[in-house]
């Protein structure tokens, strides 16, 4: 079957999103103190980093950040094979008492999001956790919400909601990928 590609986000657009919700995140946290931005592997560490590049930039504060491996985590690691492949969790700093913000890349169901937490209680009791995704595509299955998100978008469930970074696939952008019937 053919591939029809949408773009949702592209390069220009991206940036801008990416830009407010960093200016987001500080409202939400009052600022930068006790502040730690932490991506869930793969493409949510990426974004993490812009998001405290994006800060940087704008407090002058290099904030703490970190990224979580949810693999081990996950409630269908039965079907992800007999090998999963499993990648670094780097958590440095103490988590208690700070505002930890887990960034990923879309939200669907929910359960990654519910790994990552529980992932989180392994390293500590944050005052807060919250959520920054780049795209909120519905379908959740857990009742679990951003708090802060780039684009909500309505994607139905044969389609695919793909974030191509440059750092990962040589291109930015945003790409609804659907099957053709034909």
């Known amino acids: 079957m053919p591939r029809r590609n949408t773009t949702l986000l592209d390069k220009r657009s991206l940036d801008r999103t990416l830009r407010r919700m960093a200016d987001e995140v500080l409202e939400l946290n009052g600022g930068t103190d006790h502040l ?6 793969r493409r949510g560490v990426q974004l993490a980093e812009r998001l405290a590049a994006i800060i940087k930039g704008t407090e002058g504060v290099d ?6 491996d949810i693999t081990l985590y996950r409630d269908d690691l039965q079907t992800v094979g007999p090998r999963p492949v499993v990648g670094p969790t780097h958590l440095p700093w103490e988590l208690d008492g700070k505002c930890v913000v887990i960034v990923d890349d879309v939200l669907y169901t929910g359960r990654t999001v519910r790994a990552a937490l529980d992932e989180l209680a392994d390293f500590g009791r944050p005052a807060r956790i919250a959520l920054a995704v780049l795209v909120d595509r519905g379908g959740r299955e857990l009742p679990i919400h951003a708090d802060i998100v ?3 978008s309505d994607v139905p469930k044969p389609q695919r909601v793909d974030v191509l970074l440059e750092e990962v696939d040589g291109r930015d952008a945003v790409v609804i990928t659907a099957e053709d019937d034909a």
Do not use: F, S, Y
């Open 63 to 68: 904030v703490p950040r970190g990224a979580l």
């Open 150 to 152: 780039g684009r909500r």
């Open 36 to 41: 730690i931005i932490v991506g869930i592997q």
